[in-house]
């Protein structure tokens, strides 16, 4: 594409923009009043509406924020409570093997002192 052939279609679409006709809107005397506000304007109702149920919708979802958080600490404590009691049975797990541990090793000892006593009697 030339620029003449470019600058033509520029001629074109502004020959046609221009030679449109123009809506021709019906407009009513109770639509607009001279202030230029709408009859039956009740745009402040609209947004206090808004606002209200935004205000709501945004004060639940803190006070379930709470509530989640509540239930979390309260997991997390039930979750404490639970390797307390797990660190209680590894202590008393590891306290039973080392006596286990010991009485063999002693039973052990005792056998061999007989066997030696054996061999040299």
Not at 31 to 50: M, N
Not at 82 to 102: P, Q
Request: charged share 45%; no cysteine.
């Amino acid at each position: 594409m030339t620029l003449k052939e470019l600058q033509g279609m520029i001629k074109e679409e502004l020959e046609s923009y221009m030679n449109e006709e123009e809506v021709d809107v019906d407009v009513d005397a109770g639509d607009v009043d001279a202030d230029g506000a709408e009859s039956g304007d009740d745009s402040e109702d609209v947004l206090r509406q808004i606002y209200d149920m935004l205000k709501d919708k945004f004060e639940g979802e803190g006070e379930a924020e709470e509530e989640a958080e509540e239930a979390e600490e309260a997991e997390e404590a039930d979750d404490m409570d639970e390797m307390d009691t797990m660190e209680e049975a590894k202590d008393e797990v590891e306290e039973s093997v080392e006596e286990s541990t010991t009485d063999v090793h002693t039973q052990l000892q005792e056998r061999f002192k007989k066997l030696a006593n054996i061999v040299k009697g």
